[in-house]
C-alpha cells in the first residue's frame, strides 16, 4: 500500500493478558517510529528504529513493552501483562528524509 | 522533562482572519522543526518544516517561522479555513535525515464562521 499501514484498528483485552500490536511502513523508509497517545495527552515517543542500527528505546514506559523489527520492515509493539493505564492510541510512523507518516493508530482499551 | 513546548491548549479563530501557533523547544541540538495537523481518529499528517538554517518557510496558506535565538517557532495560517480545525503538533529533531522526533502536547485550533 502506500501508506503505513497499522493493525489491528481496536483492540480489547483483559487485564494481565498480552497483546501484539502490527506497522507495516512504507517501502523504502529507513526510520520507523512508534509512539502512543492517552485521553487528552500529547504524542509520547515510544521507541525509534533506523535502519540496522540498535534502536533507540528511551521511551518505553516500562520492561512489559518491547518492540522489534524484522528485515528492516514490519515491526510489531508488544505490551506484556497489560495495565489499565496502557489503554490509549498506539501510532506507528515511517520516514526516509525526516517528515515522517503516520498510519491510523491502534486504539487499545485494557478492561 | 517536556522539551517541546506548547503551552496553548486550545486557540479559536474566525475563519478568514490568522491562526498563530506557537511552540517552544528547550534542546538547543534541534536543528529540523515540523507541523503535523491530527484529526479525530486518524494519524497526523504533515503539513511544512523548516531547517535551522532558515528562519521562514511558506507553502500556500501556511507558514513557519523559526527564532532561534528565542528557541520558538510559529505556525501562520492565512486565511483560517473552518476545515483547519484540528489539533496541531509541533515537533522537532536534532538532525535530518529521519531522527527521532519528539513532539508537543498539542494545540486545538478552532476555526467558526
Known amino acids: 500500500g502506500a501508506g503505513v499501514s497499522q493493525s489491528p484498528s481496536n483492540k480489547v483485552t483483559e487485564k494481565g493478558k498480552d497483546v501484539e500490536l502490527r506497522c507495516d511502513p512504507i517501502?523504502?523508509?529507513?526510520?520507523l517510529y512508534w509512539y502512543r497517545q492517552s485521553l487528552g495527552q500529547g504524542l509520547e515517543f515510544l521507541i525509534y528504529?533506523?535502519?540496522?542500527?540498535?534502536?533507540?528505546k528511551s521511551g518505553l514506559p516500562s520492561d512489559r513493552f518491547s518492540a522489534e523489527r524484522t528485515g528492516g520492515s514490519v515491526s510489531t509493539l508488544t505490551i506484556q501483562r497489560t495495565q489499565q493505564e496502557d489503554s490509549a492510541v498506539y501510532l506507528c510512523?515511517?520516514?526516509?528524509?525526516?517528515?515522517?507518516?503516520f498510519g491510523q493508530g491502534t486504539r487499545l482499551t485494557v478492561v | 522533562d517536556q522539551q517541546v513546548k506548547q503551552n496553548s491548549p486550545s486557540l479559536s479563530v474566525q475563519e478568514g482572519r490568522i491562526s498563530i501557533l506557537n511552540c517552544d523547544y528547550t534542546?538547543?541540538?534541534?536543528?529540523?522543526f515540523l507541523w503535523y495537523k491530527k484529526y479525530p481518529a486518524e494519524g497526523p499528517t504533515f503539513l511544512i518544516s523548516?531547517?535551522?538554517?532558515?528562519d521562514k518557510n511558506e507553502d500556500g496558506r501556511f507558514t513557519v517561522f523559526l527564532n532561534k535565538s528565542a528557541k520558538h517557532l510559529s505556525l501562520h495560517i492565512v486565511p483560517s479555513q473552518p476545515g483547519d480545525s484540528a489539533v496541531y503538533f509541533c515537533?522537532?529533531?536534532?538532525?535530518?535525515?529521519?531522527?527521532?522526533?519528539?513532539f508537543g502536547t498539542g494545540t486545538r485550533l478552532q476555526v467558526f464562521p
Open positions: 515537533a522537532a529533531s536534532e538532525r535530518r535525515p529521519a531522527d527521532k522526533l519528539i
Open positions: 517501502s523504502g523508509h529507513t526510520a
Open positions: 528504529f533506523q535502519g540496522n542500527s540498535a534502536p533507540d
Open positions: 510512523a515511517s520516514s526516509y528524509t525526516g517528515e515522517a507518516f
Open positions: 534542546n538547543s541540538m534541534f536543528d529540523y
Open positions: 523548516i531547517s535551522s538554517i532558515k
